[in-house]
């Protein structure tokens, strides 16, 4: 009897993680939540590692731990009614191998789709036909959904858009006490405004809009996952901005001791800087973000945030004084961020809302006859 699903991590899940997300020094992860809500087993890169062997670590030489998950994916197929890969790094490998096993029977198969519209993936889609060994496609983007659905003639209903999502509990306005010298901040009374991140960031334009400006910038400009540097040189840097690496607990404290939050973006269709805006949103913030094609759909321009033209210093800049100089209408629009994210953006929403369309593949591969036979119409969680 198969098991329902598999679901990959692209990564090393630590030894230690429901430890520190128990001891609140981290917040709920989207693969443990997904997990639970899906009843699905978890692969990362230690598990398929782990059951490869030798042939896994030349995989992983030629390709990539990604190639590696892939194929250790494809050897559990017969297992499992629904394999979910959490990335086109891992769900494209994975599609290609099933092209290449023919008429095997497979599991179903659901991916995340960060962004497809980029060279390499697109050669890959249009020559393989790898659209067809994918059952649904997941993305954050409304951009990236329009885009999947003309070029490769995909139905509508196999494109799922949700929106991204922040764990609402650990990123909350009553979770962070605060404090400037904990951070190693000056506790002058001069006001507060953070940005963070590194994908795809114009921390050019932001360092020439704050330039003077009686406030202290604070750029949290880390990432785990952005495979892009900022040079951000200490000797250019105006005297009113400091540049640091913080733990998530850390950024929480941060977010929670600035007045908002700043999201200076490059112009790309996708969702650079989806995080950020989310976990302030969260933590009842302000936020004042690029309009770029891919970000559009977070940020409701003057009811939870402000948004600015790309790579305008001058409209960046009026845009952070209007709210400087008026607290009570920052005040309102992070209040009313953080319902948004709650009703809509919160980690409890976006694993209901995808464990329906999982819990319906699964049914569906299991009888697909007597699925067809009802005619009934069901309707996704909101």
């Excluded at 978890?42 to 892939?70: F, H, M, P, T, V």
């Excluded at 114009?202 to 704050?210: G, I, Q, S």
């Excluded at 990432?223 to 005297?239: F, G, I």
């Excluded at 960046?316 to 009570?328: M, V």
């Amino acid at each position: 009897m198969p098991h329902d699903v598999l679901l990959t991590v692209s990564g090393r899940i630590p030894p230690d993680l429901p430890g520190q997300i128990e001891r609140g020094e981290r917040p709920l992860t989207d693969y443990v939540a997904l997990a639970r809500a899906f009843g699905a087993d978890l692969l990362d890169y230690g598990a398929a590692q782990a059951q490869l062997g030798a042939w896994g670590r030349l995989l992983a030489r030629i390709g990539g731990e990604n190639l590696r998950l892939a194929w250790a994916c494809f050897r559990l197929r017969r297992r499992y009614r629904l394999i979910f890969t959490d990335g086109e790094q891992i769900g494209l490998p994975l599609a290609t191998l099933f092209k290449l096993a023919g008429r095997w029977p497979r599991p179903q198969h659901m991916m995340i789709a960060h962004v497809l519209s980029v060279g390499k993936k697109m050669a890959l889609l249009d020559g393989l036909g790898l659209q067809h060994y994918i059952d649904r496609f997941v993305v954050y983007s409304s951009w990236q959904k329009q885009f999947i659905e003309q070029r490769w003639s995909v139905p509508p209903d196999q494109v799922i858009q949700t929106p991204f999502m922040v764990d609402a509990d650990f990123f909350a306005p009553g979770a962070a006490a605060a404090s400037r010298a904990g951070l190693g901040l000056p506790d002058d009374g001069r006001p507060i405004v953070c940005s963070a991140g590194l994908e795809y960031r114009d921390y050019d334009t932001l360092l020439e809009a704050v330039a003077g400006l009686d406030v202290h910038v604070v750029l949290a400009a880390a990432s785990p996952w952005s495979k892009h540097r900022v040079a951000l040189s200490r000797n250019r840097l105006p005297s009113n901005v400091v540049v640091r690496s913080f733990t998530q607990f850390d950024l929480r404290q941060l977010y929670a001791l600035s007045a908002f939050v700043v999201l200076p973006l490059h112009p790309v269709a996708f969702q650079a800087g989806v995080t950020t805006l989310l976990e302030a949103m969260a933590m009842g913030k302000a936020v004042i973000c690029t309009q770029t094609p891919g970000q559009t759909d977070v940020v409701v321009d003057g009811e939870t945030g402000l948004y600015v033209p790309a790579h305008d210093p001058a409209g960046l800049r009026s845009a952070i004084l209007a709210l400087l100089a008026d607290p009570a209408r920052a005040a309102a629009l992070g209040r009313q961020g953080r319902q948004r994210v709650v009703d809509q953006m919160s980690l409890d929403c976006y694993a209901d809302r995808l464990n329906f369309y999982v819990q319906s593949a699964c049914a569906f591969s299991l009888a697909p006859y007597r699925a067809s036979r009802a005619g009934k119409a069901v309707i996704p969680p909101s």
